[in-house]
Nanobody
């Protein structure tokens, strides 16, 4: 089992920045990748960014590329999402996810993850 604890959500103005953190505990040695997804009211959960745990390869959705930066600290077992140039359309509940799946893992899809955090609200005002 892997347990995920998110922090860092809150309120920001358009053009501002926020940093999300997600601390992993438990069987973290099994983790292949970690990611961030978000869900706005009335919309499906969508992929935001992902990073492979050992190689550090990163993936971004087109809507956040160039504005958001995902990183991880293998010692602290924590991933981060630095969100810059925030827009009102970035408002959503942001979920941290971890994958310990084997085989072909699509890290840009929610099916590629087997552990989820509880979510943290990000609100961007115009």
């Amino acid at each position: 089992q892997v347990h995920l604890l998110e922090s860092g959500g809150g309120l920001a103005q358009a053009g501002g920045s926020l940093r999300l953190s997600c601390a992993a505990s438990g069987r973290t040695s099994d983790m292949y990748a970690m990611g961030w997804f978000r869900q706005a009211p009335g919309k499906d959960r969508e992929f935001v960014a992902a990073i492979t745990w050992h190689g550090g390869t990163t993936y971004y959705s087109e809507s956040v590329k160039g504005r958001f930066d995902i990183s991880r600290d293998n010692v602290k077992k924590t991933e981060y999402l630095e969100m810059n140039s925030l827009k009102p359309e970035d408002t959503a509940v942001y979920y941290c996810a971890a994958s310990s799946l084997t085989g072909i893992v699509v890290v840009t899809n929610h099916s590629g993850y087997d552990y989820w955090g509880q979510g943290t609200q990000v609100t961007v005002s115009s």
